[in-house]
């Protein structure tokens, strides 16, 4: 079946830009480790939306592409304009002051805005912005269990829906790997993920959502 080639063509996918992007990073400090794991959460949330969907759990996959999209904007707001007592409150052990001190930093909207002022991040931040406008209120719904995801339980969920999502997952992981290769620091190792835009152009995202 189509989605059944989707799935196997972004596993493999998945093992070429880890392949990639397994590098250290370019330094140990607070704000690189930590842009790096939201990194590394984003692309786990890719796989675990195909996992989820290849066992049609289809609602389910929807949920966590809202928290794979929140990964990596925070990651590259982390980066470029989190101030050091925000990294701190991110970089922090658990506890219950650090959970409470972290429920204060800047909402996707806030982080986007803030992005939209870097010229560094504009690649990134055009993506992204286009990305949540077309896709945050149907991601809410399926978040908080509103009308979308009751009428596909109905309705059921088309092919073409299933297939849209995974590839959409796949270009935020695709994000995800440019900015963990900023991170280490290596000149132009980006460009090394650019041929897999070509080699995998029928598991990414269309033009209109590529990143």
């Not at 880890?18 to 890719?46: F, K, T, Y």
């Not at 219950?96 to 992005?115: F, G, I, R, T, Y």
Request: aromatic share 6%; proline share 5%.
């Amino acid at each position: 079946m189509i989605e059944h080639e989707v799935f196997r063509r972004s596993d493999l996918l998945v093992q070429n830009i880890v392949e990639i992007i397994d590098r250290p990073m370019c330094d140990g400090s607070a704000r690189i480790a930590v842009s790096a794991n939201l990194c590394q959460m984003s692309i786990e949330h890719c796989c675990a939306l195909r996992a989820l969907s290849e066992s049609r759990m289809f609602a389910s996959g929807f949920v966590i592409l809202r928290s794979q999209f929140e990964a990596v904007v925070r990651a590259i707001w982390v980066l470029y304009c989190a101030t050091d007592e925000q990294v701190q409150r991110l970089a922090s052990p658990l506890n219950d002051a650090s959970e409470q001190s972290a429920k204060n930093l800047p909402s996707v909207h806030d982080m986007l805005e803030a992005l939209g002022k870097v010229p560094a991040a504009k690649v990134p931040f055009d993506a992204l912005s286009e990305f949540k406008s077309y896709s945050w209120k149907a991601l809410n719904s399926f978040t908080h269990a509103g009308i979308h995801p009751l009428q596909r339980m109905i309705d059921g969920y088309p092919l073409v829906l299933i297939v849209q999502n995974v590839r959409v997952s796949n270009g935020l992981a695709m994000i995800a790997a440019m900015q963990v290769c900023v991170l280490t620091g290596i000149p132009n190792l980006q460009r090394e993920l650019l041929p897999l835009n070509g080699r995998f152009h029928d598991c990414l995202p269309d033009h209109r959502s590529s990143p």
